[in-house]
């Protein structure tokens, strides 16, 4: 599932989320996100902070992506009922059918070049600080000849009520999405730098 996608700033709009997002975006340094990388995410009260990507457990260190069937119970329970966050991106990637055995990347973003708004949620790490999960669900007729789940996408007039908690039924993003094949952007160099240090996190 998703494990890598991009926020970059959307200036020009009129929308305070939109500028306060951008802010954030620009102090990342880094417009990739990766699982255990920092990313932007909108709390209650569409406050805008900057968390780690991926909960920290002793099976993986970075979960970072959370069944919206699962929420209930287990290991996201406590954060699904207390701590809820989006996390908006400008696109994200996922791998699928490409040439012979190797995987071909996608990107999926908005065609009006706005923000994607993906439910989430956080919590505490004592050493790590604040950790977010991204919600996914069942793919839409789009996503699915690429990947059967999908990041859990709202429309940017639901951000409000789903950080306000209470049930809700997660659907496949009905909303307009556009899809590019590209570059797989966690592939490595053709000549690395020895003064750069570079990770590798392989497609899921």
């Known amino acids: ?36 990388d920092s990313g932007v995410v909108v709390t209650a009260g569409l406050g805008v902070e900057v968390m780690r990507w991926g909960f920290h457990r002793s099976f993986n260190p970075s979960v970072n992506n959370a069944r919206a069937d699962k929420l209930e119970g287990g290991m996201w329970a406590e954060a699904w009922r207390e701590r809820r966050c989006v996390i908006p991106m400008t696109l994200f990637y996922e791998w699928g059918p490409g040439s012979g055995r190797r995987k071909q990347a996608f990107e999926f973003h908005d065609p009006a070049d706005d923000f994607l708004w993906v439910a989430g949620i956080w919590e505490e790490h004592p050493e790590l600080g604040r950790c977010h999960s991204m919600v996914t669900t069942d793919a839409s007729p789009l996503m699915a000849p690429v990947h059967d789940r999908m990041p859990a996408i709202l429309l940017p007039s639901e951000v409000a009520g789903f950080l306000n908690g209470g049930s809700w039924d997660f659907q496949p993003y009905a909303g307009p999405l556009a899809v590019t094949p590209c570059a797989s952007p966690l592939a490595r160099p053709q000549t690395p730098d020895p003064q750069q240090s570079f990770r590798n996190f392989p497609p899921a």
Not at 11 to 27: Q, Y
């Open 1 to 36: 599932m998703c494990n890598s996608y991009r926020i970059t700033p959307r200036r020009g709009s009129a929308k305070e989320l939109h500028e306060k997002v951008s802010g954030a975006a620009e102090n990342l340094g880094e417009s990739l996100v990766r699982k255990s």
